[in-house]
């Protein structure tokens, strides 16, 4: 069998535009929407019009770099947001033991906080003669400290009535009022490190161990929460003025 080259020729140049699907507005309308859906973390949509790019691209020539780069873009995000949910779990279970520790030792020492650490040190002044009198007085703050794995419990107690007494620890995550089974009674917003502010909030708990003591927290990562008995606050000007007294 025999062809004219004339005929060859067209057969040619038809099956090209048969297999040609490059739409140059729609190709970058691909580009676009795959962005922003991979910017708004929806990644299923990303991946419905990262299909659509590369339809409409020439995955072969003057647009494969693009589309190269843009699966990359599509892949390096999905990444991230796992890693971050990830850590972000992490963190949050860590944050759950760390609050239930901190619930379960500040109510198990509330009777004798004088006891909850192995080596309380008591503030005590320079002046030889103050420092004489406040030991045999005991008006003093006394702390204590105990570690749990990565973190420091604290116990601030007076030392003439350990009753009077505050816990403390640094939480990674924002913990609330209703993490400690409180009520809030007063929030107010105090100056954060990014130059802002954060709310913080003084709680009442009415139940359990630690019933009829307060506790302050602040909405913010890594931000320390106390709880108080009743009259500590007039022994700790500093606790005072947290607590937003």
Do not use: H
Not at 21 to 44: E, M, P, Y
Not at 111 to 138: G, I, Q, Y
């Amino acid at each position: 069998m025999s062809f004219r080259p004339g005929t060859f020729a067209v057969s040619c140049v038809l099956l090209a535009l048969g297999c040609q699907t490059r739409n140059a507005d729609k190709c970058n309308q691909g580009f676009d929407v795959t962005r922003q859906a991979i910017k708004s973390n929806d990644f299923a949509l990303a991946a419905q019009w990262r299909e659509y790019a590369y339809k409409m691209c020439d995955a072969a020539g003057q647009d494969k770099d693009g589309l190269a780069t843009l699966d990359k873009e599509l892949s390096t995000a999905q990444a991230t947001v796992k890693a971050n949910a990830e850590a972000e779990a992490q963190r949050k279970a860590k944050n759950d033991a760390l609050l239930k520790l901190f619930i379960s030792w500040a109510g198990d020492n509330r009777a004798a906080p004088d006891k909850a650490s192995a080596s309380p040190v008591c503030d005590t002044p320079s002046d030889a003669a103050e420092a004489a009198a406040v030991t045999k007085s005991k008006e003093r703050l006394c702390t204590g400290t105990r570690t749990a794995g990565d973190n420091t419990l604290t116990v601030r107690y007076w030392e003439a009535d350990t009753k009077l007494s505050r816990f403390s620890t640094k939480f990674p995550a924002p913990v609330s009022c209703a993490d400690f089974g409180a009520t809030e009674s007063k929030s107010f917003d105090v100056p954060a490190s990014n130059g802002g502010t954060v709310k913080r909030s003084r709680c009442d708990i009415s139940s359990g161990a630690l019933s009829g003591t307060t506790v302050v927290v602040s909405a913010a990562a890594n931000a320390d929460a106390y709880i108080f008995t009743p009259g500590y606050l007039d022994k700790d000007r500093l606790m005072k003025q947290i607590a937003g007294n």
